[in-house]
């Protein structure tokens, strides 16, 4: 059973939010009325690292130049430490967490359809879940490296790349190459998988916490609505990212 804790985080204070950001917070307490919604600021964040975490990795959460990266090991940090749900900002909660975190899991992933990535827009797993401490190290040990003008850097270091590298590692698996979705029923049923009650959504479940469940609107775009900041518009990612991301080419 994993704890009734909802965590989200931003940069700024939470009565500076962007009225979009209040009202994705709003469908998560608004639909589980059970659970305890938790935000943090940047400032929260770095409070947090600093007094519950090691040195080495709060030195790790100092050294990324970017809110998104920052917040991308907060989210396996704060589940780690406290179990919950995590969520994107950028989310609205359509059905209530009960009636889609299957029964008898530890840890709950979606997958990003046809990519090969398991999602983190929403995690769900309980404090002190091993796979999430295997994320936190692999984040660490990536961010040695230091070099920030990297393909692809924010999924490389922190996002959906990484994680993925993580949960493969942590399942005994060599890594996962093309679509995902037909082969995360078959690593559910790996055996450290088994042990550890882990459980990705995979064949005609795939997105269901991105579009059905849980809807995440924005996908770092920019241009969407008034006062929303994308982390796509940020110069060092476009300089990563080999093709770009120019803030008004956003496509539906």
Partial sequence: MIEKNIWQTYECKKEDLP??????INSWVTQNPSWEHNYMSAEDREHFFKYEYSTEVYDTYMKMPMGVMKAGLWRFAILHAYGGVYADLDTNCISKISRWFPQGYEMVVDIEGDTPWYATQVIAARSGH????????????RVKLGDW????????????????????????????????????????????????????????????????YVQHLYWGDTG?????????????????????????????
């Fill in 19 to 24: 009225a979009y950001a209040l009202e994705g």
């Fill in 130 to 141: 091993p796979f999430l401490k295997d994320a936190m190290d692999l984040c660490v040990e």
């Fill in 149 to 212: 003008s990297i393909p692809n850097m924010v999924h490389y270091y922190t996002d959906v790349a990484m994680f993925t590298d993580s949960l493969m590692n942590s399942m005994g698996l060599p890594p996962h190459e093309g679509d995902l979705r037909l082969r995360a029923a078959e690593y559910n049923e790996s055996k450290l998988a088994q042990e550890n009650r882990f459980f990705a959504f995979s064949g005609d479940k795939a997105r269901c916490l991105l579009d059905r």
């Fill in 224 to 252: 969407r609505k008034e006062g929303y900041i994308a982390w796509k518009a940020d110069p060092l990612v476009n300089q990563s990212y080999k093709d770009g991301f120019d803030p008004k080419d956003w496509k539906e």
